[in-house]
């Protein structure tokens, strides 16, 4: 989105009271069920054609308090000239882990680290504002999350989870909170305060199902 037509779309969308924690979980909603055209997370209008896939479990997921700025499907072996999922050119197939990306509370987090150790294909780190960690995985760990099979080329991995990426991620994703958000609001408003909050004390998770083929991430955030 042009910078000037973004900034009136988030004043429209965005800067509406909030009462609750549950009116925030409901913007994202929202904004998954494809209600909203912008977010102060993206600079793109709209949902994505694999995001829409799985929107209707996004939301969901929203609404029991994970926050979600960045997903996408499991993706088996699709042609790569998939108008939903397809990348790269023709000819050849692509693959995805499941994953998503989200703000949540620590008592949300510390369920997300009980519920992974009984299934050993999640992984997941953690962080909050602070650059307090929580991880199953180590900061060396990188993880590819998209790749692709084409005629007469190596394999070609576009998109990995990388925890010193997602450190540097970090400061930025909960900046927005405040400049992003927030600043639509008036100096004193509740509203205000409330995101504040947020932004002190939730943790932005990034959470990988590694069975790609198998893969039922949603259906188990759905679950909490």
């Known amino acids: 989105m042009r910078p000037r037509a973004r900034d009136k779309k988030l004043l429209e969308e965005w800067a509406l009271p909030l009462k609750s924690i549950e009116d925030v979980y409901e913007k994202f909603m929202k904004y998954c069920l494809g209600k909203l055209r912008s977010s102060p997370w993206s600079e793109l209008e709209g949902l994505q054609a694999e995001t829409r896939m799985i929107s209707e479990q996004l939301g969901k997921i929203n609404m029991k308090g994970f926050l979600s700025i960045n997903s996408q499907p499991a993706v088996n072996g699709e042609r790569s000239d998939s108008p939903s999922v ?3 050119g023709p000819g050849g197939y692509v693959y995805q882990k499941a994953y998503i990306e ?10 997300i ?25 180590t900061q060396k760990d990188v993880n590819a999350v998209t790749w692709g099979v084409f005629p007469a080329k190596e394999i070609i991995q576009p998109t990995v989870v990388d925890p010193a990426s997602f450190l540097v991620w970090k400061d930025e994703a909960f900046e927005i909170w405040s400049r992003g958000w927030a600043a639509l609001y008036p100096e004193g408003d509740w509203s205000r305060k409330l995101l504040d909050e947020i932004q002190s004390s ?9 069975d790609y083929i198998n893969s039922d991430l949603f259906a188990i955030l759905e679950d909490f």
Do not use: H, Q
């Open 86 to 88: 397809g990348w790269g």
């Open 102 to 111: 989200f703000f949540c509370s620590r008592e949300k987090l510390d369920a």
């Open 113 to 137: 680290v009980d519920k992974c150790r009984a299934l050993p294909s999640l992984t997941y780190m953690a962080v909050n504002k602070e650059g307090i960690w929580v991880s199953n995985v």
């Open 202 to 210: 939730y943790y932005l998770v990034s959470l990988v199902d590694n």
